[in-house]
C-alpha cells in the first residue's frame, strides 16, 4: 500500500471515529479538560509544518475508558478566519501551508459522549511569523510542459535591491531541499528555473517551491509557491484528426501519445463554419466524439486541445491542433461569393459593349438606308459625268 493510500486510508478512519465518537457540536462543548502542553513547531522541507504537543488524561478520568479524546486544530493566516480544520487521536499534525503570510496554528482537545455532554479544553496556538525583507518576487508561474519538465517563472518588482535569486524545490518524497540547476535568464539576471522529470521522483504529489534573493544593499523575502503536479499541466496538442461522416453528423477522432493517462484527460473539440464565421465547442472525455449537429453541406473547421484533469483539478489547456477541413467543398479554399461579386459586373460590362455592337451591324442588315429622293431625281434626268449645259442648235446653210 502506497504511503500516499495510507494517509487517505488514516484521515478517513479517523474522520469516522470522530464523527462516531460527538454527536454534538464541538463548539458547544463545556471547558472542563486541561489544554494540550509543550506545543510546538518544525518548519521542514519548503512551506511544510510539523506542529506537536502532549496531554495527559487527568487523574480522576484515568478510568473512563468509554470516552473517546480528540484533538481539534486549525490554522490561521495574516489574522484572518481559522482554516483547513481537522480533528484526529494524533498528538501531532503535518501540513503545508502558505509561508508568505503569518501563519497561527491552534489546537485543543475534546470529547463527546452519546450519553453525556461534550467537554473540551481551551485553546493553545503557537505563531509561525513570515520570513523578514522586501517583498521583490511577483508573477510566479509553473507549467509543467506534457509531463517532461517544468518551467517556473518570476519577474522582480523594479523598486527592490538588485540581487541574485535562487531557485529552491522540494517534495515530501525529497530527504533535502534541492537546488536548480538549470536556471532561465532574462538578460543576464536569473528570471526562472527549468526541471527536468527524471528530477521530480513521483509526479502525483505536491511540489513545493522557493524564490530565495540575496543582496547586499538589503534583505529580500523569500517568496513560497505550493503546486499540485496535475494542477499546472500542460499537455502538447493531440495529433492526426479523422473527419467521418455519418447520418446523423460527423465522427471526429484524434491520435494521442501512448504515455498519456486517459482516464485523467479531457479534450475540447471547437467546430467552425467558414461560411457564417462562427464556432460552436464541444467537451469530450474519450479521444472521439459523434457531433450531431455539424453542417456536412458547407465547408467547416475542426480542432482539438487537451487537459489533464485528475480529482477534479484541473491543468492547463494544450494549444488548438492546426485546423482540419470537412465539407462537401472541403478541398478548395476559394471564396465562391467574393468570386460572384467581382465577375458578375465585369460579364455584364462585356456583354453590354458586345451587344452593342452586335446590334448596329444588326441594324443595317435588317434597316438598309433608303435612298435620297433628290439624288435619284438628279440620276435621272441628268447625264451621270455632270455636264448641265444647254445643248447647242445646228442649222444647215443653204
Same mark, same amino acid.
Given at each position: 500500500?502506497?504511503? @500516499?493510500?495510507?494517509?487517505?486510508?488514516?484521515? #478517513?478512519?479517523?474522520?469516522?471515529?470522530?464523527?462516531?465518537?460527538?454527536?454534538?457540536?464541538?463548539?458547544?462543548?463545556?471547558?472542563?479538560?486541561?489544554?494540550?502542553?509543550?506545543?510546538?513547531?518544525?518548519?521542514?522541507?519548503?512551506?511544510?509544518?510539523?506542529?506537536?504537543?502532549?496531554?495527559?488524561?487527568?487523574?480522576?478520568?484515568?478510568?473512563?475508558?468509554?470516552?473517546?479524546?480528540?484533538?481539534?486544530?486549525?490554522?490561521?493566516?495574516?489574522?484572518?478566519?481559522?482554516?483547513?480544520?481537522?480533528?484526529?487521536?494524533?498528538?501531532?499534525?503535518?501540513?503545508?501551508?502558505? @509561508?508568505? @503570510?503569518?501563519?497561527?496554528?491552534?489546537?485543543?482537545?475534546?470529547?463527546?459522549?452519546?450519553?453525556?455532554?461534550?467537554?473540551?479544553?481551551?485553546?493553545?496556538?503557537?505563531?509561525?511569523?513570515?520570513?523578514?525583507?522586501?517583498?521583490?518576487?511577483?508573477?510566479?508561474?509553473?507549467?509543467?510542459?506534457?509531463?517532461?519538465?517544468?518551467?517556473?517563472?518570476?519577474?522582480?518588482?523594479?523598486?527592490?535591491?538588485?540581487?541574485?535569486?535562487?531557485?529552491?524545490?522540494?517534495?515530501?518524497?525529497?530527504?533535502?531541499?534541492?537546488?536548480?540547476?538549470?536556471?532561465?535568464?532574462?538578460?543576464?539576471?536569473?528570471?526562472?528555473?527549468?526541471?527536468?522529470?527524471?528530477?521530480?521522483?513521483?509526479?502525483?504529489?505536491?511540489?513545493?517551491?522557493?524564490?530565495?534573493?540575496?543582496?547586499?544593499?538589503?534583505?529580500?523575502?523569500?517568496? #513560497?509557491?505550493?503546486?499540485?503536479?496535475?494542477?499546472?499541466?500542460?499537455?502538447?496538442?493531440?495529433?492526426?484528426?479523422?473527419?467521418?461522416?455519418?447520418?446523423?453528423?460527423?465522427?471526429?477522432?484524434?491520435?494521442?501519445?501512448?504515455?498519456?493517462?486517459?482516464?485523467?484527460?479531457?479534450?475540447?473539440?471547437?467546430?467552425?463554419?467558414?461560411?457564417?464565421?462562427?464556432?460552436?465547442?464541444?467537451?469530450?472525455?474519450?479521444?472521439?466524439?459523434?457531433?450531431?449537429?455539424?453542417?456536412?453541406?458547407?465547408?467547416?473547421?475542426?480542432?482539438?486541445?487537451?487537459?489533464?484533469?485528475?480529482?477534479?483539478?484541473?491543468?492547463?489547456?494544450?494549444?488548438?491542433?492546426?485546423?482540419?477541413?470537412?465539407?462537401?467543398?472541403?478541398?478548395?479554399?476559394?471564396?465562391?461569393?467574393?468570386?460572384?461579386?467581382?465577375?458578375?459586373?465585369?460579364?455584364?460590362?462585356?456583354?453590354?459593349?458586345?451587344?452593342?455592337?452586335?446590334?448596329?451591324?444588326?441594324?443595317?442588315?435588317?434597316?438598309?438606308?433608303?435612298?435620297?429622293?433628290?439624288?435619284?431625281?438628279?440620276?435621272?434626268?441628268?447625264?451621270?459625268?455632270?455636264?448641265?449645259?444647254?445643248?447647242?442648235?445646228?442649222?444647215?446653210?443653204?
Amino acid at each position: 500500500m502506497s504511503g @500516499r493510500l495510507q494517509q487517505l486510508l488514516a484521515f #478517513y478512519v479517523s474522520g469516522w471515529l470522530a464523527l462516531e465518537a460527538w454527536p454534538f457540536k464541538v463548539e458547544n462543548c463545556t471547558v472542563e479538560l486541561p489544554a494540550p502542553t509543550n506545543l510546538t513547531v518544525e518548519l521542514r522541507g519548503i512551506g511544510h509544518v510539523t506542529c506537536s504537543w502532549s496531554w495527559l488524561k487527568p487523574q480522576h478520568l484515568e478510568n473512563d475508558t468509554s470516552s473517546l479524546y480528540q484533538y481539534d486544530s486549525s490554522f490561521q493566516f495574516d489574522g484572518g478566519h481559522w482554516e483547513q480544520r481537522k480533528i484526529n487521536s494524533l498528538l501531532y499534525r503535518e501540513e503545508g501551508v502558505d @509561508r508568505n @503570510r503569518h501563519v497561527t496554528f491552534q489546537v485543543r482537545v475534546f470529547v463527546a459522549n452519546k450519553t453525556g455532554p461534550c467537554r473540551s479544553s481551551n485553546w493553545v496556538s503557537i505563531s509561525i511569523p513570515s520570513d523578514e525583507g522586501v517583498a521583490a518576487v511577483k508573477n510566479f508561474t509553473c507549467v509543467f510542459y506534457n509531463f517532461e519538465y517544468v518551467n517556473c517563472t518570476w519577474d522582480v518588482d523594479p523598486t527592490a535591491p538588485d540581487a541574485i535569486y535562487h531557485f529552491h524545490y522540494w517534495k515530501n518524497t525529497m530527504a533535502s531541499v534541492q537546488n536548480c540547476s538549470d536556471y532561465i535568464y532574462k538578460g543576464n539576471r536569473r528570471a526562472g528555473c527549468q526541471i527536468h522529470r527524471d528530477k521530480l521522483d513521483k509526479l502525483e504529489l505536491t511540489l513545493n517551491s522557493r524564490v530565495q534573493g540575496v543582496s547586499a544593499r538589503g534583505k529580500i523575502k523569500p517568496f #513560497y509557491y505550493m503546486l499540485e503536479s496535475y494542477a499546472f499541466v500542460k499537455l502538447r496538442p493531440p495529433g492526426r484528426i479523422d473527419v467521418a461522416r455519418i447520418r446523423e453528423g460527423i465522427n471526429v477522432s484524434w491520435e494521442i501519445p501512448s504515455d498519456w493517462k486517459s482516464h485523467c484527460t479531457k479534450y475540447e473539440v471547437r467546430v467552425c463554419s467558414v461560411k457564417r464565421v462562427s464556432c460552436i465547442d464541444y467537451m469530450f472525455q474519450k479521444a472521439a466524439g459523434t457531433i450531431i449537429d455539424a453542417d456536412t453541406k458547407s465547408k467547416n473547421t475542426v480542432q482539438v486541445r487537451a487537459m489533464y484533469d485528475l480529482c477534479g483539478s484541473s491543468g492547463i489547456w494544450s494549444e488548438w491542433t492546426p485546423e482540419h477541413y470537412f465539407g462537401e467543398d472541403a478541398g478548395t479554399t476559394w471564396n465562391w461569393s467574393i468570386a460572384l461579386l467581382i465577375f458578375i459586373p465585369v460579364l455584364v460590362a462585356v456583354t453590354a459593349i458586345m451587344l452593342f455592337a452586335k446590334l448596329k451591324q444588326l441594324r443595317r442588315w435588317i434597316l438598309p438606308p433608303i435612298p435620297d429622293p433628290g439624288r435619284l431625281l438628279k440620276d435621272m434626268f441628268f447625264d451621270g459625268n455632270g455636264d448641265h449645259s444647254v445643248g447647242q442648235l445646228f442649222v444647215a446653210s443653204a
